[in-house]
């Protein structure tokens, strides 16, 4: 089966601009997972969607969001951006049932802030 | 806090010769461990976790809850095991919240 999709692959933004990344679970999958990688901390967990509902959230600024739809693909939104916020967003999808939670990633959005 | 550390960031050693990667956590309750791998241009992918209790690619870990460490052993390195190694902590079973260790990267040498 199609393994996680998010698109796009890379973005360049301006500092106070806003930002949308989009990503497409596995087939199946019912929860969506968002991780921030930067060289300086490393994976970071920003939240978690199921169901349409964020499940579980990271310590980040409320400029970071997400929502889930109902074909349980989602998206996440960064406002009013910060050079900071130039990292590798990865998205990871998990069925997330019984005893099978194992989180699938994608190749992961490269987001540069200029 | 939760929190696990991975101490070598850099991990260089010969084919055919032990590896080691160290992994220690801090965490009150009852965690779940496991290791993902990032090959070359590859996505970050699970290797094991410790409830499983099974060897993948020749690689184990075992959890010791009283020096709150999971480390990741395979007795005969292979080239192939160049990667990424991350060890993640997930606060109790099916949680999907991961915190990640900073990662070591392994080199295995001919």
């Known amino acids: 089966k199609a393994g996680v999709t998010q698109t796009p692959r890379y973005l360049i933004k301006t500092r106070g601009q806003q930002v949308t990344l989009s990503c497409s679970p596995i087939s199946g999958h019912r929860s969506v997972s968002w991780y921030q990688q930067t060289p300086g901390q490393g994976l970071q967990f920003l939240f978690e969607y199921f169901s349409e509902t964020q499940r579980n959230k990271g310590n980040f600024p409320g400029r970071f969001s997400g929502r889930q739809f109902s074909n349980s693909r989602s998206e996440m939104n960064v406002s009013t951006l910060e050079l900071g916020d130039s990292a590798l967003y990865l998205c990871a999808s998990s069925f997330d049932g019984g005893d099978d939670y194992e989180q699938y990633f994608g190749p992961g959005t490269r987001l540069t802030v200029t | 806090a939760q929190r696990v550390t991975q101490p070598e960031k850099l991990l260089s050693v010969f084919k055919g010769a032990p590896v080691e990667l160290k992994c220690n956590y801090s965490?009150?309750?009852?965690?779940?461990l496991f290791w993902y791998v990032q090959y070359s241009r590859q996505r970050l992918q699970l290797l094991l976790r410790h409830i499983s209790r099974e060897s993948i690619k020749g690689f184990t870990a075992d959890l010791n809850k009283g020096e709150t460490s999971f480390h990741l052993k395979k007795p005969f390195a292979q080239e192939e095991d160049s990667a990424m190694y991350y060890c993640a902590l997930s606060l109790g079973q099916g949680a999907q919240k991961l915190v990640f260790g900073q990662g070591t990267r392994l080199t295995i040498n001919p």
């Open positions: 965490y009150s309750g009852s965690p779940e």
